[in-house]
């Protein structure tokens, strides 16, 4: 999963950052509506967390831009304006999910992936290939019964490659789901995080396994 968090707030913004990354998945922070849309053209994201107040304007009018999307992003606005009639006109002009500020971090964290979950492949928000099964709302992976234990590069990698399972993921398709915007990625490390991840599926008997497509990507393929 890939965030934009559109918050002014550097505390707030550096909070939620973490906070999503633990729980979700890559965040990447905009301060301002201009820069937020320019990202959101260029890059694919699952969920848009918006503040309204910001230096450029309300955060509801990059509403418009969100919904002429495709895949479209799903939509949560955060702001301290929770007056009902807000809430009313952010829901009717296209947000999925509206929370007030100050809010509990476990809160956010279930409202967003109820978001997510309306968006996710199945109504259970899981997939699966062969033995191998990836929920998409709490990001967690299991071989058959047994839970896979993965750090979180990998689990992105995985992530993205189940969402495309059968088929080629390009390189830097998989970077941007492993990496935010700002991160330097270093060569061959990708190369790294999906060497170590065939292992972890191959040990825990997985049938599914990570193809190398030499110069273009991988793919997620059963044996």
Do not use: W
């Amino acid at each position: 999963m890939r965030i934009l968090i559109v918050e002014d707030d550097r505390e707030l913004a550096s909070s939620l950052k973490a906070m999503l990354e633990a729980a979700i998945g890559v965040a990447d922070v905009f301060e301002t509506l201009a820069d937020a849309e320019a990202a959101l053209l260029a890059f694919k994201f699952d969920l848009v967390v918006i503040d309204r107040n910001l230096p450029d304007g309300d955060g509801l009018s990059l509403l418009p831009t969100l919904r002429q999307l495709r895949p479209r992003p799903a939509t949560l606005v955060l702001t301290a304006l929770d007056d009902p009639t807000d809430i009313v006109s952010a829901l009717d002009k296209g947000a999925d999910e509206y929370v007030g500020k100050p809010f509990e971090p476990m809160e956010l964290i279930a409202r967003a992936r109820a978001v997510l979950r309306r968006y996710s492949l199945d109504e259970t928000g899981s997939t699966q290939f062969g033995n191998l099964s990836f929920d998409l709302v709490n990001r967690s992976a299991m071989i058959g019964e047994n839970a896979l234990c993965v750090p979180r590069r990998e689990l992105a990698v995985l992530e993205a490659l189940i969402r495309r399972a059968g088929r080629v993921v390009q390189r830097d398709n998989l970077e941007a789901a492993v990496y935010n915007i700002d991160e330097e990625i270093e060569s061959n490390v990708l190369d790294s995080h999906v060497s170590r991840l065939r292992k972890r599926l191959r040990e825990g008997n997985c049938n599914a396994t990570i193809r190398t497509i030499r110069g273009i990507g991988y793919m997620l393929v059963q044996e």
